[in-house]
């Protein structure tokens, strides 16, 4: 059976059920696509198969993304909150976290949660999660307008995991990573900014408003007239 699935993912109860206790809206998006591959005991960047083949499904689906592997400063207009960069882990790789990166050495380690915000919103997300330990893992996407989408991870225990999230024309403020008390790594962050022309500004969309409100009027006059 293959480790790797990519799918869209329509809002359930569950995610709605965990917005709810969370105490947070709930996103009705229904067309994001999900992209998962997973290598169970990996501990090295070599060793990744099944999660290397989602990111490069999630890259081949969004050519344009920018690249965070820790190896260099963060991008303009990105913040973290949580964990540590560093070269080293505090245990065994595959179940404490390790650098994903072909060639390269430092990764974010965090015990608990990782949030990355956005000053630009964004439409597609991915990253590699390293040493999850624990089921039950949640992502939360957090979009511009308050709203939030949860989805909980039954993940394989140990080794790495590739997850990415993409559904064009969405706003995207933050994402959050809780895994409760395991320590685990995040490393090779992909993200896309949502295209300025997929944000209707305030007042285009007032003036869309008025033009359906006088559509309508119109529509009515017209119908006055003609019983008339």
Known sequence: MSLFQKRNVASSVSHLLAAVLLGVGFST????????????????????IHSRA????????????????FESPLPAGVSTM??????????????C???????????????????????????AFGAYFTGIDEQNDTITLFDADGTAQIFTLHLLPSG?????????????????????DDLTGIDDIRFHVTPVSSIPEPAT????????????MSRRDSAKSKRA
């Open 29 to 48: 998006n229904a067309a994001v696509i999900t992209y998962i591959g997973s290598d169970t005991g990996a501990s090295s960047p070599n060793q990744l």
């Open 54 to 69: 989602a990111a490069e499904a999630f890259d081949a689906d969004v050519p344009d993304s920018t690249l965070i592997d």
């Open 82 to 95: 949580g964990g540590t960069t560093t070269v080293a882990t505090l245990c065994v790789p595959s179940f």
């Open 97 to 123: 976290g390790f650098n994903t990166t072909i060639g390269g050495h430092w990764f974010r380690q965090e015990l608990g949660s990782y949030i990355f915000s956005f000053a630009n919103p964004i439409d």
């Open 160 to 180: 790495a995991t590739f997850i990415g999230f993409n559904e064009p024309g969405r706003q995207i403020a933050s994402v959050r990573f809780d895994s409760l």
């Open 205 to 216: 969309a007032a003036l869309l408003g008025l033009g359906f409100l006088g559509l309508g």
